[in-house]
């Protein structure tokens, strides 16, 4: 998710921690909080050792990760907030990371938190890396406690019903999901986009993909079964073979003297770089 949203929900969090615990003092806010940003820590190391963000959701993103972040960050709340449970400091601290590494794996993206026993990428897809919704479920009530309009119990209530939201978008995605079988999709993906959706489908004629609008389908762009011959011929480059083992919905088209591969899911991300292969004409 963005920075923002990671942010409020640590606040959130921490307004939770200080009303479920208050007799462990203002440490366990700063732990829950402090816990929900830690992960995006490999953002900038990855910037320091110039190697751009190629790191983010790498390491940090574990749950090998959470365990020495929540032990680290525990140790120094502790220094600071001596009065405070080291026990509770570390509890928060473990929930704000794990609630942090739970919401990117509801994007796109997805995380890795089994690595380095298993590289397996967890992504449900039912939340937009900037959700609107939730950045209004998230920040009203915190601006309403700031302004003193509403208590401080409100924030902490956001946090929890951040979660029932979701539920909400996961019903939503599989619902539409189901609906695009049953009108004859071979199989299909929901991809979130802001607070509505998108999605992709593939037909007996190729790749479809497609918005919602007021409860409509609506076909932006479609990708036909490759029939080209250059396509074809493309298939023999290993870079190819590669590619569609990697692809979940690979599509082709031709482009002056190259053949463009991509993912019609995965180009939605903006890492993503599609393979050109150059043939003849």
Do not use: K
């Amino acid at each position: 998710m963005d920075s923002l949203t990671h942010m409020l929900m640590g606040h959130a969090l921490g307004a939770l921690a200080t009303t479920v615990t208050p007799e462990a003092g203002p440490g366990v806010y700063w732990a829950a909080f402090l816990g929900n940003s830690l992960p995006d820590l490999d953002v900038p190391v990855s910037l320091l050792l110039r190697r751009g963000i190629t790191l983010h959701r790498t390491f940090t993103h574990t749950l090998a990760g959470a365990v020495a972040l929540t032990a680290g960050t525990a140790l120094a709340l502790r220094a600071r907030f001596p009065a405070s449970s080291l026990l509770l400091l570390g509890l928060w601290t473990l929930l704000g990371i794990l609630a942090h590494l739970a919401v990117d794996g509801l994007n796109l993206f997805g995380v890795r938190p089994f690595w380095p026993v298993s590289d397996r990428r967890l992504e449900v897809g039912v939340l937009h890396i900037t959700d609107p919704v939730l950045l209004l479920m998230l920040g009203l009530p915190a601006l309403g406690a700031a302004a003193g309009w509403n208590p401080v119990s409100w924030v902490g209530s956001s946090f929890l019903v951040m979660w029932a939201y979701v539920l909400t978008r996961i019903r939503a995605a599989n619902r539409l999901i189901r609906e695009l079988l049953d009108e004859g999709a071979r199989r299909a993906r929901i991809v979130p986009w802001y607070s509505s959706w998108r999605y992709i489908a593939e037909t007996d004629y190729g790749v479809e993909f497609g918005r919602w609008h007021r409860g409509e389908r609506i076909v932006l762009e479609t990708f036909p079964r490759w029939e080209d011959p250059r396509i074809a011929a493309s298939l023999s480059d290993p870079r190819v073979s590669q590619f569609l083992c990697e692809a979940e919905y690979p599509v082709a088209r031709v482009e002056a003297h190259e053949v463009v591969w991509s993912d019609a899911l995965r180009r939605l991300r903006a890492d993503f770089r599609p393979l050109r292969i150059p043939v003849e004409s």
